[in-house]
């Protein structure tokens, strides 16, 4: 079992930023992907950025350019540093991590940014 805690998140106004952290703990061998996804209102999750343990990323095309995720594979933690934030960015962010088959999810976290 992998326990997700998630941190950061909040409230920011457009053009802000904010930075999330997740922390992964429990009982595992390694954590191949760790990354984030987010749900809007009447909406479906979607990828938001995720990292492998060697190092690859991968980014959803309206986050490129302003998201950058980072992992400490050490402390079996990964960030999400948000910057130039906009409203359509507002949701519910969940940290996930994917060991072996299995995925596990945090909690979510609320970000929302105000025009």
């Known amino acids: 079992q992998v326990q997700l805690v998630e941190s950061g998140g909040g409230l920011a106004q457009a053009g802000g930023s904010l930075r999330l952290s997740c922390a992964a703990s429990?009982?595992?061998?390694?954590?191949?992907?760790m990354g984030w996804y987010r749900q809007a209102p009447g909406k479906q999750r979607e990828l938001v950025a995720a990292a492998t343990s060697g190092g690859s990323t991968n980014y959803a095309d309206s986050v490129k350019g302003r998201f950058t995720i980072s992992r400490d594979n050490g402390k079996n933690t990964v960030y999400l540093q948000m910057n130039s934030l906009k409203p359509e960015d507002t949701a519910v962010y969940y940290c996930?991590?994917?060991?072996?088959?299995?995925?596990?999810w945090g909690q979510g976290t609320q970000v929302t940014v105000s025009s």
């Open positions: 996930n991590a994917q060991v072996n088959i299995l995925n596990f």
């Open positions: 429990g009982i595992f061998s390694m954590i191949y992907s």
